[in-house]
């Protein structure tokens, strides 16, 4: 039987007799990174609003740690979020600011706090002022006031955006250290498709509030394959030699082969007659190119969900 950390079932959220979230049905397993991945205005953030009980639903049920939300404050004490990004005190330490938010949300702890700030990678910059700190310093400050409880559930809201390539990079490492080595469950939203492929173990896509598609990462490698690219030394004789009722096409002196099953069969019957393989290559489609073409094709028909965030 498996252990859902957070499920929901039929959520729906209208603003103005205007459905924002609609019947919105995931389960997020214990331990895993899980991606929402929709473009802007999908629902996103409206569903992570009402996840942490920011705004209200309208319809359905929230459960986290198997408990439904109403009623049941206490399980947001092993939750931690970052919806939007927090408001730091320039002028003030990364140790002084996170001392600050501990303050709000438990009894100060000098102990926890020097060691969630060696979890974010912060510590040797604590008593740095953050008016200094780069923008992935101050990201990983605003995750450390997340996880300040070290909590058992992480919801972030697009926390690799404004990053530079080296800060995603840094990003993508500690996110998978926080689910690795602290069995952190982690529900992360990103548009940012080529990280969340090299971050999440699962992907639930938003399309117009709906889930249009739940997939694991490993799975979703076989469902991008498009074809396989093989280059020989003889093509006119391969041509001969290939039967009409393998899915094939030959041009500019490459072999394109539709079916990844019949790769095998292909160059082994090449190699048998004196045919030389130069190359055979898998041709993927990446995950951004997977998740434009499974939301192109439904036009839009509910309102931008930009208009509406975490509005009560």
Known sequence: ?????????????????????????????????????GKNGAGKTTTMCMMTKLIK????????????????????????????????????TGLENLKYFQEIQTKPDKSQLEKILKIVGLHESKDKLVKKYSMGMKQRLAIATAIIN????????????????????????FLKSLSKEYGMTILISSHILSEI??????????????????????DIKEKLYKYTEIQVDQIEKAQEILTENQ????KNNTIYVEEKKEVPTIIQNLTLHGINIYSAIPIIENLEEYFINKTNDIEQTTPMEDEYICLT
């Open 247 to 250: 899915k094939i096409e030959i």
């Open 57 to 92: 639903k309208d319809k359905g049920e929230i459960k986290i740690f198997n408990k439904n939300i109403e009623n049941n404050n206490e399980i947001f004490k092993k939750i931690g979020t970052l919806i939007e990004y927090p408001g730091f005190y320039e002028n003030l």
């Open 150 to 173: 070290t909590p058992d559930l992480l919801i972030l809201d697009e926390p690799i955006n404004g990053l530079d390539p080296k800060g995603i990079i840094d990003m993508r490492m």
């Open 197 to 218: 492929e090299q971050i999440a173990d699962r992907i639930g896509i938003i399309n117009h509030g709906e889930i249009i598609e739940e997939i694991k990462i490993e």
């Open 1 to 37: 039987m498996d252990d859902y950390i957070l499920q929901t079932e039929n959520l729906t959220k209208k603003y103005d007799n205007k459905t924002i979230i609609n019947n919105l049905n995931l389960k997020i397993k214990k331990g895993e990174i899980y991606a929402l991945l």
